[in-house]
């Protein structure tokens, strides 16, 4: 009887011994095959991975250029573009040289520059001495007309401003901010540069620097000596 069990259980041994050769045979088939498929030269790869880190640099300058680098003096963020006849307004002087008001119209064909400031604005604070100094250097010529704009402060504070840094341009009062408006002023300080013509020929929207007062002059016809 026991033989009989024996003999029964022999071809479902040999029969799992099949299929784990069967199982082995396609294993050695599949190393076989993935070793002899083709490869990729070193060079190509080199090329690819050269031009994807090439691509990956020019998308980084292109963001550097029109992202992380500074506006161009010449252009405004709004307002009055470069080219363009400059806005004309009729404002009161409250602090400075002179009494009254000033309309830009008035002082047309005269070079103007038009100064937007404030007094809480501490790059526009550092831009008075070299503007009440260039002034005073060239006011004797009658080369240009500056005038300075202020929005933001009590008219009182403009006045005393005026005496106590001895500043020898007009300063004029915006009440109700329409000329900053007008002008696209959004930071100060801003400067625009204005030919005789009454056109928009620069414009500084940052703190003026002897640089880029020379190049807005030059651009108005003004050279100082």
């Known amino acids: 009887m026991a033989s009989r069990v024996k003999s029964e259980k022999n071809p479902e041994k040999e029969e799992h011994l099949l299929a784990r050769k069967q199982r082995q045979e396609l294993k050695e088939e599949l190393v076989e095959n993935f070793a002899q498929r083709p490869r990729m ?19 980084v300058i292109i963001f ?27 404002l ?6 002179g009494s ?13 520059v038009l100064n937007f400031w404030s007094e809480s604005c501490q790059p526009c604070l550092s831009e008075v ?18 005038v300075g704009i202020d929005q933001a ?19 004029l009062y915006d009440a109700g901010s329409q000329v900053n408006i007008a002008y696209g002023v959004t ?12 056109i928009v020929r620069y414009v500084v929207p940052q703190q003026l620097t002897p ?7 030059a651009a108005i016809g003004v050279v100082v000596k």
């Open 41 to 59: 030269p070193g060079i190509r790869r080199r090329i690819i991975t050269f031009s994807v880190l090439g691509g990956i640099a020019l998308l």
């Open 64 to 90: 550097g250029v029109f992202v992380l680098l500074p506006a161009s003096p010449s252009q405004p963020h709004g307002g009055i573009a470069v080219g363009a006849p400059a806005q004309n307004f009729d």
């Open 92 to 97: 009161p002087i409250q602090g400075g040289s």
């Open 100 to 112: 009254g008001s000033v309309s830009l119209q008035a002082l047309r064909g005269h070079p103007v």
């Open 129 to 146: 001495p070299y503007l009440r100094n260039l002034y005073a250097q060239e006011s004797g010529s009658d080369a240009f007309r500056l």
């Open 153 to 171: 402060d009590p008219r009182d504070d403009i006045h005393t401003f005026g005496q106590t840094y001895h500043v020898n341009y007009p300063l």
């Open 187 to 198: 930071s100060l300080p801003m400067t625009y540069f204005i030919d005789s013509s009454g």
């Open 211 to 217: 640089t880029a007062m020379l190049k807005g002059l």
